[in-house]
Antibody
Framework: QVQLQESGPGLVKPSETLSLTCSVSGVSMNRYSWFWLRQPAGKGLECIGHISSSGTTNLNPSLKSRVTMSVDTSKNQFSMRLTSVTAADTALYYC???????????????????WGTGTTVTVSS | DIQMTQSPSTLSASVGDRVTITCRASQNIGRWLAWYQQKPGKAPNLLIYKASSLESGVPSRFSGSGSGTEFTLTISSLQPDDFATYYCHQYNTFWTFGQGTKVEIK
């Protein structure tokens, strides 16, 4: 059974860096790619970015200048860092597994199928 | 950015009702659309992918249709466990979600 679990500090000060890790169990990380997403309280979902098992990333343009992602398949983990945080970054952060559809021209299109339970991050002094 | 617009934002219905939620994309996304169900305090749960493919383990009362810019999620006979918020999600170009449709008890 595939399980994902986010971990990281629940409270981050404004202008500092948020670091989160997602621990994966029940599946070989090399077979899949991975997502980070977030959801402010009472609001909708936002995709932060996608990372392949080899470390190639595709990041939300609105966050690209502040986000880095990395993957360590030997530890069954992947991570994200968000710099210069503000109150607007307060949210429930999720990691998720990417599943894929293949188009007729053999392009992969990725969507999420298994999610972690989420970790709440509050940005406040 | 591809914008996803769901309607309605809130839907009041009774057990046994047929429920339809619409999602419109700001540009053609082919069939690269998924639907998720989210309950309070829980992560979203995948229902439908590629516009109409039912995820394994999801009850057959859920169905999806559409292509291009217009999509629908239908629940054929609403069950008590189905009261939740539903999100559409395009994965044609980057990834964006609709704002959600809350299905509440009438």
């Amino acid at each position: 059974q595939v399980q994902l679990q986010e971990s990281g500090p629940g409270l981050v000060k404004p202008s500092e860096t948020l670091s989160l890790t997602c621990s994966v169990s029940g599946v070989s990380m090399n077979r899949y790619s991975w997502f980070w997403l977030r959801q402010p309280a009472g609001k909708g979902l936002e995709c932060i970015g996608h990372i392949s098992s080899s470390g190639t990333t595709n990041l939300n343009p609105s966050l690209k200048s502040r986000v880095t992602m990395s993957v360590d398949t030997s530890k069954n983990q992947f991570s994200m860092r968000l710099t210069s945080v503000t109150a607007a970054d307060t949210a429930l952060y999720y990691c998720a597994r990417a599943q894929w559809d293949l188009s007729v021209d053999l392009t992969n299109f990725y969507y999420t199928d298994v999610w972690g339970t989420g970790t709440t991050v509050t940005v406040s002094s | 950015d591809i914008q996803m617009t769901q309607s309605p934002s809130t839907l009041s219905a009774s057990v046994g009702d047929r429920v339809t939620i619409t999602c419109r994309a700001s540009q053609n996304i082919g069939r690269w659309l998924a639907w998720y169900q989210q309950k309070p305090g829980k992560a979203p749960n995948l229902l439908i992918y590629k516009a109409s493919s039912l995820e394994s383990g999801v009850p057959s009362r859920f169905s999806g249709s559409g292509s291009g810019t217009e999509f629908t999620l239908t629940i054929s006979s609403l069950q008590p466990d189905d009261f939740a918020t539903y999100y559409c999600h395009q994965y044609n170009t980057f990834w964006t979600f609709g704002q959600g449709t809350k299905v509440e008890i009438k």
